[in-house]
């Protein structure tokens, strides 16, 4: 996700929402997208440790888009597959 084109613009065809990781349930990184220069960044561990700055921050950006909050939960397990997929709707 660092890496840039000739004219230094990180990833500029590629377009993601905030992105929070999560490990051992605690969040670890939270990463996002400026919206002027596409740039992939990283917010500070203080920000991320704020969880429910976190979650304010989901709410505002599903509402102004609007769109329900939602997270996709990923669970390495014993299943067949080797991950469970958990699609976590705050509407539900």
């Given at each position: 996700?660092?890496?840039?084109?000739?004219?230094?613009?990180?990833?500029?065809?590629?377009?993601?929402?905030?992105?929070?990781?999560?490990?051992?349930?605690l969040?670890?990184?939270?990463?996002f997208?400026?919206?002027?220069?596409?740039?992939?960044?990283?917010?500070?561990?203080?920000t991320?440790?704020?969880?429910?700055?976190?979650?304010?921050?989901?709410?505002?950006?599903?509402?102004?888009?609007?769109?329900?909050?939602?997270?996709?939960?990923?669970?390495?397990?014993?299943?067949?597959?080797?991950?469970?997929?958990?699609?976590?709707?705050?509407?539900?």
């Amino acid at each position: 996700i660092w890496a840039s084109d000739d004219n230094g613009n990180c990833c500029p065809l590629v377009h993601i929402r905030n992105t929070v990781v999560v490990y051992k349930g605690l969040p670890r990184h939270w990463f996002f997208q400026k919206p002027e220069s596409h740039n992939i960044m990283k917010k500070h561990s203080e920000t991320v440790k704020n969880k429910e700055g976190i979650l304010n921050k989901f709410r505002r950006e599903c509402q102004q888009n609007g769109v329900p909050t939602a997270a996709i939960q990923l669970a390495i397990d014993d299943s067949p597959d080797g991950v469970t997929v958990n699609i976590l709707n705050e509407a539900e």
